[in-house]
């Protein structure tokens, strides 16, 4: 994996990078793990002669001594929105910019998978509001767009602040995908909203519209999870909002930590509830391999 991340950061080639990636790990799928997401069932046909027997209704063959088959909408292709945020608390820590270059390489693979299986693919850049909404499509042209608005937000700087409306953003979304998809999102979910119900009642309305629903929590867990520095001083600053408080780890430990907690289990229990695979992700992870993790699992569920 070094010798990949080096030859990408030497070339700028995120399509090469996504590219080894699917590669890498792919080869064990022996199908989809999103085959059916979009397969909804319509109506029954008559079976004619010649047709495959594949789709014949054997329940209804029992009951009236007649050969149906069941009509499937959208049954070629998958359709998939991968929903990036793009706001300043991803772009943390500076050093490495862990949160936003996982969600970015993760998103990448994803995309060239997809496009791999002839899905088609569409990207939503967000913050405070949705600041790019590509359509879904499954050409080579488009999925190029997808790797370089990908790649513009690895090179972003963040200088500017950004802050995080994900519950105005999701209840877009929800309004603007006219088709039954598949929305895969990588957030860290830091809305800065007191009531923790609205992102559940955003994450509900992309659910009640017959959406298909993946959350990647993108978190720093050393950091922002366990709140583990060193003992000695510090000045925090709110990368969103730009305010400075100075003080020592030890005096907040305790709190945070159970308050992000509290946060993350409320958000894993709703989105079990809500039937939305919820994946907590370590920016230090290694993308190909909580990737492969989790389309293995899946796979093994269809």
């Given at each position: 994996m070094k010798s990949t991340l080096e030859e990408t950061r030497q070339t700028g080639s995120l399509e090469l990078l996504a590219k080894q990636l699917v590669e890498g790990f792919i080869t064990g799928l022996h199908k989809s793990p999103y085959h059916g997401f979009s397969v909804e069932f319509a109506e029954h046909r008559l079976y004619n002669v010649g047709q495959t027997t594949r789709?014949?209704?054997w329940k209804v063959f029992a009951r009236t001594d007649r050969l149906y088959t069941k009509q499937y909408e959208e049954e070629t292709n998958l359709r998939c929105l991968l929903v990036v945020d793009c706001s300043s608390s991803m772009y943390y820590p500076k050093e490495s910019l862990a949160k936003i270059r996982f969600s970015v390489f993760a998103s990448s693979a994803l995309a060239f998978l997809l496009h791999r299986q002839r899905d088609a693919v569409g990207l939503s850049l967000f913050a405070d509001s949705?600041?790019?909404?590509?359509?879904?499509?499954?050409?080579?042209?488009?999925l190029n767009k997808v790797f370089t608005l990908l790649e513009k937000k690895l090179q972003d700087s963040a200088k500017d602040s950004k802050h995080t409306n994900v519950v105005r953003v999701l209840h877009e979304l929800a309004e603007k995908i006219h088709k039954r998809s598949l929305v895969i999102i990588f957030s860290d979910m830091f809305d800065g909203s007191e009531n923790h119900e609205d992102i559940f009642k955003a994450?509900?309305?992309?659910?009640?519209?017959?959406?298909?629903?993946?959350?990647?929590?993108?978190?720093?867990?050393?950091?922002?999870l366990r709140f583990s520095f060193a003992e000695k001083p510090y000045e925090f600053i709110d990368l969103e909002s730009g305010e400075k408080l100075k003080l020592?780890?030890?005096?907040?430990?305790?709190?945070?930590?159970?308050?992000?907690a509290r946060m993350h289990d409320q958000l894993k229990l709703k989105c079990n509830q809500l039937k939305i695979d919820f994946i907590s992700v370590?920016?230090?992870?290694?993308?190909?391999?909580?990737?492969q993790a989790y389309l293995i699992k899946r796979s093994k569920m269809k």
């Open positions: 789709h014949i209704d949705v600041e790019e909404l590509t359509p879904i499509k499954s050409s080579s042209t488009h994450l509900q309305h992309l659910k009640h519209n017959k959406h298909e629903v993946l959350l990647f929590h993108v978190t720093d867990h050393e950091t922002e020592h780890p030890s005096e907040i430990k305790e709190r945070f930590e159970t308050e992000l370590d920016s230090k992870s290694s993308y190909d391999e909580v990737l």
